[in-house]
């Protein structure tokens, strides 16, 4: 393992009935073999522990008082910062009784992210409507980020979701909102507000010269000439049209469903999908095990697995923790944590 001095990342347990804690275990575990910057899980540690137990896991789970604390524990130890609020949860079994200490956990990882306390953020899953039924107001991570992001008094950034593999990386342009309202969300503005952040981080963040942006169109053979539908002609060319102009190197409106293919992906960078189903069900076909959600736009790194709470399989120890793996080691690589500051 590492002997650099660096800044651990804050990983949030997520719900705790659903996966995210054993994955969290699961993920410690495996810190020397996949050589994983140092954690801190924003979590419960009864609950970490009693997990640990009943799944077999040989995890000596230690609160922390300050994430400062938890490289140096890392090695022996899974280091915890306690939350405040309690956590009682069933593998398997939501309870909207949690939603504060999720959330908790989503806020204090934020704030200590912000204050250059943690090198990243990393997240595990949430269930939206479970949450909602606590009250939560916002559709998912990605925008309770971007609120928990907005400076006193400021503008709220916009925040991008784009699930990233080695092999491809998809943003969808609407994210979470049902699919009869898509047409109506999908404006020129939004495309180019999100296609500027795509190319800006891909250059920051992931070392990009100039990235290649291809943009789907929305209707089917990207609307054929208009004769299925107008949004190419009237919304997505336009704005492609003004992203050439500003020096970005995008193109489109490409027919969806030739965009994916082995060969098309050499041709880009990223895919700008307009719809989360049309991004998602790719990048999940072909690499649900390995592909992270990186959240662009916000002015501190997330990243979170690919996949959901997956409740059905939840404290049965078969959960597979390659994704969150995935996220853990972005998130250092993201956040130059993997490369280390020497001591
Ligand atoms: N970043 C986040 O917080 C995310 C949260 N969600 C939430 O998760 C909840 C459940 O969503 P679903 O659509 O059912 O998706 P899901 O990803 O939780 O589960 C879909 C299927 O994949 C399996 N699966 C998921 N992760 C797995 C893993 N690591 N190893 C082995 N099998 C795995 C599950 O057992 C299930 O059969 C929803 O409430 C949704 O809001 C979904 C995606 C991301
Ligand atoms: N389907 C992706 C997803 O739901 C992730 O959402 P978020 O909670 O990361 O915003």
Redesign the pocket.
């Known amino acids: 393992m590492s002997t650099m001095k660096t800044r651990p990342l804050a990983l949030t347990m997520g719900d705790p009935a659903g996966i995210g804690p054993e994955l969290a275990l699961a993920a410690w575990l495996r810190r020397a073999d996949e050589d994983l910057p140092p954690f801190a899980l924003l979590g419960d540690v009864a609950h970490a522990e009693r997990l640990a137990g009943r799944l077999g896991l040989a995890v000596p789970v230690r609160a922390i008082a300050s994430i400062e604390e938890a490289p140096a524990a890392f090695g022996e130890v899974l280091p915890v910062l306690p939350l405040a609020a309690g956590v009682a949860a069933e593998p398997g079994r939501p309870d909207p009784e949690n939603a504060p200490a999720i959330l908790e956990a989503i806020d204090r990882a934020v704030a200590l992210a912000q204050d250059g306390r943690a090198g990243a953020v990393v997240?595990a899953?949430?269930a939206?409507s479970v949450l909602y039924e606590a009250g939560f107001a916002h559709?998912?991570?990605?925008?309770?980020?971007a609120a928990l992001a907005t400076p006193p008094g400021g503008e709220t950034p916009l925040s991008v979701?784009m699930?990233w593999s080695e092999g491809l990386a998809v943003v969808p342009v609407t994210?979470?909102i049902a699919l009869a309202d898509v047409p109506h969300a999908l404006t020129r503005e939004r495309i180019l507000a999100t296609a500027r952040i795509v190319d800006r981080d891909l250059r920051a963040r992931f070392g990009i010269a100039r990235p290649r942006l291809a943009l789907a169109g929305l209707n089917p053979h990207a609307g054929e000439a208009g004769a299925m539908g107008r949004e190419e002609i009237e919304t997505i060319a336009p704005a492609i049209a003004a992203l050439r102009a500003e020096g970005i190197d995008a193109t489109g409106p490409h027919p969806a469903d030739t965009l994916f293919h082995a060969r098309a992906r050499k041709n880009y960078d990223a895919a700008l999908a307009m719809y989360?189903d049309q991004a998602?069900v790719p990048i999940k076909t072909i690499a649900f095990d390995e592909a992270v959600?990186v959240?662009l736009g916000l002015p501190f790194v997330r990243t979170?697995p690919?996949h959901?709470t997956a409740f059905d399989i939840a404290g049965r120890g078969i959960a597979r923790p390659d994704s969150l793996i995935a996220a853990i080691r972005l998130a250092g690589r993201l956040a130059g944590a993997g490369a280390g500051v020497p001591t």
Do not use: C, Q, R
Not at 139 to 145: A, F, K, R, V
């Open positions: 997240t899953p949430i939206k559709p998912g991570h990605t925008e309770y980020l979701m699930l994210v979470h989360h998602l959600n959240t979170s690919d959901g």
